[in-house]
């Protein structure tokens, strides 16, 4: 069982939005600014998509967005196009002995 | 373009060790290997990541999983830009591909991520 908990699957039709919960406790999520996003595709390594909680690296679309809101961060899709189809996966930092916790990853369907 | 290419997982028997390399290449004069912290973040067939060991850039802050602590143990050797893992007492539960991750310093998530190494414990 993960630390953090996200919808198991999500779903979307090309051009829409959507959105992925990663909720957490006051010990991670609620506790730093220190949530970070991952888009895994099959058979392949993680990539960072959002960072600090909102913040994107350079190279990932403005279409991914994230943000927090008490225990709950929250990355948003816009637009979404047929190469979004992927798992997710939120991550927090914990603390000093926890460090860092995962969710346990969403599936995106892009109908 | 810094890459990430992990070695050395395989089939291993329950109680048996593997040693896991990753080697960095790809940096430049301002960015070097001794910049980031290390990290293996592991996953299970069809499961999601945990995050398993990090040390910092110069060796002194290692931090484990409380799962691996006392079996595994992380090192670095920044002269040849590679990170390693120890993996002694392993179990069926350890089976997972291993992916060797960096941070830059200071930053709380992970930049960069290799394409992992399958590690098997199965008699």
């Known amino acids: 069982q993960s630390a953090l908990t996200q919808p198991r699957s999500v779903s979307g039709s090309p051009g829409q939005s959507l959105t992925i919960s990663c909720i957490g406790t006051s010990s991670d999520v609620g506790g730093y600014n220190y949530v970070s996003w991952y888009q895994q595709h099959p058979g392949k390594a993680p990539k960072l998509m959002i960072y600090?909680?909102?913040k994107r690296p350079s190279g990932v679309p403005d279409r991914f967005s994230g943000s927090k809101s008490g225990n709950t961060a929250s990355l948003t899709i816009s637009g979404l196009q047929a190469e979004d189809e992927a798992d997710y996966y939120c991550?927090?930092?914990?603390?000093?002995?926890?460090?860092?916790?995962f969710g346990g990853g969403t599936k995106l369907t892009v109908l | 373009e810094v890459q990430l290419v992990e070695s050395g997982g395989g089939l291993v028997q329950p109680g048996g060790s593997l040693r896991l390399s990753c080697a960095a290449s790809?940096?430049?004069?301002?960015?070097?290997?001794?910049?980031?912290?290390v990290h293996w973040v592991r996953q299970a067939p069809g499961q999601g990541l945990v995050w398993v060991s990090r040390m910092d850039s110069d060796g002194r802050i290692i931090s484990y999983a409380d799962s691996v602590k006392d079996r595994f143990t992380i090192s670095r050797d920044n002269a040849k830009n590679t990170l390693y893992l120890q993996m002694n007492s392993l179990r069926a539960e350890d089976t997972a591909i291993y992916y060797c991750v960096l941070s830059e310093i200071g930053h709380w998530y992970f930049d960069l991520w290799g394409r992992g190494t399958l590690v098997t414990v199965s008699s």
């Open positions: 600090d909680v909102n």
């Open positions: 790809g940096f430049t004069f301002r960015s070097t290997f001794s910049n980031y912290w």
């Open positions: 991550c927090s930092y914990a603390g000093r002995y926890t460090l860092w916790v």
